[in-house]
């Protein structure tokens, strides 16, 4: 199947979906690969790939981008905070992030992950308030996105290339980039936790999905090389969790520029507080783990493992990769940060 964007859809080949199954349980639509590029996305994603691709873009519009497990949330509550609620007193400030800052990409996962009563989703329902006369079947996030008041803070997990190519000369984007030994475990952890993947098998197996860019959204570095020559960009800022979790208040205040939100030092310093990771940890029964979404993640894992906010560490991995799966991530890496010319702190 051709996507708007020149991209081919091929669904992946029966022995292949048929191994990847075996470990991924929620995948049961099946998945696609993209060429060029090698993306591997649900396949529910062919269903909404060109609504996605010819949305309109605004001016005020910041679109936050990354590959999964990179920041995207943290990301999205410090912008949205800092443009819509600097005093910290919004009256909807406690509804799902994903409501207030609508992932534009995720009706495919959705989708995939559709649950079992026949009754409106959480999602569904939020859609409802938003936009009354929608039909949730034409994309819930979509219609989000297309619905909520400016100015919009978007999330995407898509790369550059499944974007409208005049994106960054409409409107500002945030590209969150993380060290990958941290991005493989957290994303092993959601891939456990979310039903819609549920991912049943080894760390040992998970690296080698990772290392061979066959988990959803990657390759992981291709998602990079867009996004780093673009860094300079006037509508481009290019963020490292590290350097967050460093100095929060530090990018604080270059997002401050780049925003042109123009908050003082103590409003800063109270929203670097606000959305540190023990405070959104308290507040995640709310804002991404509403009990309405019970049903779409395994409590079990929750409970062992923690929720959506794991660790929040940076160089975390170093506790619990082995030195087998270190070699792995790094002949990995080596090859593909050299051609980048790109530095992850906490590297080794
Ligand atoms: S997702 O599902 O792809 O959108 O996930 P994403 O939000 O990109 O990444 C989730 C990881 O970010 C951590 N996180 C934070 N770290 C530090 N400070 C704050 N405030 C914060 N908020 C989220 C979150 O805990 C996930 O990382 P891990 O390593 O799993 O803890």
Known sequence: MRLASGHVAIQLPDDEMKRILKDFEGFSKGLVRLSPGGWVLPAPYTKFADKIYNTKFRASDVV???????????TQEVVWTMRNNPNLDHPKASLPVNVRSPFIDSDMLMETGRGDTGQPTFHEEMLKKVVPDADPKEGIALQLTAHIPDPRTIKTHLPFSLMTPD?????????????????????????????????????EQYVDYFVKDE?????????????????????????????????????????????????????????????????????????????????HF???????????????????????????????????????????????????
């Open 64 to 74: 936050i981008m990354t590959y999964p497990k990179c920041g995207t949330t943290w």
């Open 167 to 203: 994106l960054l000369d409409t409107a500002k984007v945030i590209y969150v980039a993380r060290n990958p030994k941290d991005v493989v475990l957290s994303f092993l952890h959601h891939s456990r936790l979310i039903k819609g993947i549920g991912y049943i098998g080894t760390l």
């Open 215 to 295: 988990l959803i959204y990657g390759p992981y570095w291709e998602h990079l090389r867009e996004a780093w020559p673009r860094r300079d960009h006037p509508n481009m800022h290019f963020l490292f969790y590290e350097d967050m979790k460093a100095d929060p208040k530090a990018e604080l205040r270059k997002l401050n520029q780049f925003l042109g939100t123009d908050l003082t030092e103590e409003q800063l310093e109270k929203i670097a507080h606000y959305t540190s990771f023990e405070e959104m940890k308290k507040r995640e029964a709310q804002t991404v783990l509403p009990k309405e979404m019970q049903s």
């Open 298 to 348: 395994k409590e079990e894992v929750k409970k062992k493992d923690g929720g959506f906010y794991r660790k929040g560490q940076a160089g975390g991995w170093k506790s619990q990769l082995n030195d087998m799966q270190v070699a792995k991530i790094d002949i990995w890496a080596k090859k593909n940060s050299l051609k980048l010319g790109i530095k992850f702190k906490h590297s080794a």
